[in-house]
């Protein structure tokens, strides 16, 4: 690629195609709440006791249920997990017995999808018969899950040059590829034509509209130089909204050229509103 001075067209959006690939799991979150209900309990009136949790839409959700029974004698319940935003409900017939007992159910992750950045869902126990148990009947509920991976998007064009005093703007990705609330981390490390030499350059990420998201002035990644080239953008709702190609501009005003620039963009989906 040639460098440019930055033209910005908004009429339609580019199409490149784009290489994805996990490049390692960040942390998840668990979160246990207890339950309780019927004659002795907490809840001595209650037929069922419901909890209420949420996990990001496009993650595998692990729920983990203790129950036992305060009475002698076993009591048929049921397990019931709703998902909140399409009312798709679980359910499995179990039997609260004196001794604690627990029960694992995995929810997909293609079930577990929604356009909305957090999923509400709601999980239930309750007798079978609906009626009030003679005995309590409790325990706990651990809900959790392990959050997106980061996920490696390609820039237009490979390690290039960039002449002394001039800028160049490359695509990010496709059209969708930030079409998510999440996290969008930039680094970048290059080298001086003259090898001696540490020198700046100043990285702007644009949103499809035009408008600047984010703007750094720093050295790259493999120099002494401070601040290194390495910082992050929270994609909210609002921008993941914004149809077309996000816009990485990449400007110089050193006396020398800039060469090897090598830009690496990731993403992780998340929630920030």
């Not at 339950?35 to 419901?50: Q, V």
């Not at 079978?128 to 490696?152: C, T």
């Amino acid at each position: 690629m040639t460098n440019s001075r930055v033209i910005t067209i908004f009429a339609g959006c580019w199409l490149i195609f784009i290489s994805v690939f996990a490049v390692g799991q960040t942390r998840g979150g668990t979160s246990s709440k207890t339950f309780d209900f019927g004659a002795g309990g907490d809840n001595p009136t209650f037929r069922s006791h419901a909890r209420s949790f949420t996990a990001p839409q496009g993650v595998v959700i692990v729920v983990a249920v203790n129950y036992r029974t305060a009475g002698g004698a076993p009591v048929p319940i049921v397990l019931e997990i709703e998902d909140s935003a399409d009312k798709v409900s679980i359910l499995r017939e179990i039997v609260a017995e004196k001794t604690m007992k627990r029960i694992v159910l995995n929810i997909a992750a293609a079930d577990n999808a929604a356009d909305a950045c957090e999923k509400p869902w709601q999980v239930r126990v309750r007798t079978q018969s609906g009626e009030i148990p003679a005995a309590r009947i409790f325990g706990d509920i651990s809900f959790s899950f392990v959050d997106p991976s980061p996920f490696s998007i390609e820039i237009e064009g490979e390690a290039f040059k960039l002449n002394k005093g001039a800028q160049t703007t490359r695509r990010m990705g496709v059209a969708d590829s930030f079409k998510h609330a999440g996290l969008m981390s930039v680094k970048a490390g290059w080298l001086d034509s003259l090898a001696a030499q540490v020198l700046p350059l100043k990285f702007e990420v644009m949103r499809p509209d035009g408008t600047i998201a984010k703007t750094l002035t720093g050295y790259g990644t493999n120099s002494g130089g401070s601040p290194k080239l390495d910082f992050s953008y929270n994609v909210t709702n609002t921008d993941a909204k914004r149809t077309c190609l996000w816009l990485l501009k990449i400007t110089t005003n050193t006396e020398n050229d800039i060469i090897e620039i090598n830009p690496k963009v990731f993403f992780t989906r998340k929630c920030f509103e």
